[in-house]
């Protein structure tokens, strides 16, 4: 295991205050987190972390280690942004992250012909609903669902996220097709599991919001999933119109219920005031804008 990430990944666990939610910030699973943990502290011979099943705490030598460390991999950032922003010519490690659906469904295919143009490129893409601090990470980009962004941030506005509900023809022939929120109470429903505070997608019913029903048949974090248990037939799916629009195009799902579409949620691409000059930055941002802003 390289030092440096290891270094990373200590840092991460110390400010997210846990493996599992360090885990979302570097792009491994918890186990990794730990076993990188562990190696680190074979290397240094001493325990920096110390775990019970019920909490987490940093040693005294962890606490030391943890501000040289911070120092040390801040340097390192910046001798690479200092050579990379010299260098005319997009190169680099680019990191990326963005929430689950639309990175599946948007910001994948984007990275993938973006690479195909900028060979010396490469790319990180980590998907989470987690808000990643870009400053207090090594990523370069976010892509978020929301309007409020860091004072030390700027930010791109992209197209904005619109709801589409629907369901299968055959699901509807064989389950009356809903007219109000009140209706979808006596059908099958399949839910995100983000759904809850900041994702939150109330349907709109006259003045008021009506939330998106509990009870569900099937409920994931993956809106494929989702959508492949919608075109089969299941239930009834409310998720974005880019991820759907393949199935709706097929005939394969109808929209429902439009008079009742949650309003549209800005999307924007965020990344530090610090990086805006990196050539790789610069060209990722250009080439997004040009392909999705009109």
Known sequence: MSKLRQMEVFVAVVEAGSFADAASAVG???????????????????????????????????????????????????????????????SGLLRITAPMSLGVSLVGPLVAEFMQLYPQIQVELILSNEVVDLYETSFDLAFRISELIGVNLLAKPLPPYRMVICASPGYLQKWQEPKSPEDLHRHRILTHTSWNNRFAWPLRNGASEVPWPEGAVLKSNDGQVLLQAAVAGEGILMQPDFLVAAALGKGELVRIMEDYVPPPKPVQMVYPRSRKSLPKLKAFVAFVVGRLVI
Request: glycine fraction near 4%; hydrophobic fraction near 35%.
């Open 28 to 90: 491994m699973s918890a186990v990794m987190v730990g076993r990188h943990i562990q190696g680190l502290e074979k290397t240094l011979n001493t325990k920096l972390i110390q775990r019970t099943t019920r909490r987490q705490s940093i040693t005294a030598e962890g606490r030391l280690f943890y501000e040289e460390a911070k120092l040390a991999l801040e340097q390192v950032k910046y001798a690479f942004s200092r050579v990379e922003a010299s260098n005319p010519e997009p």
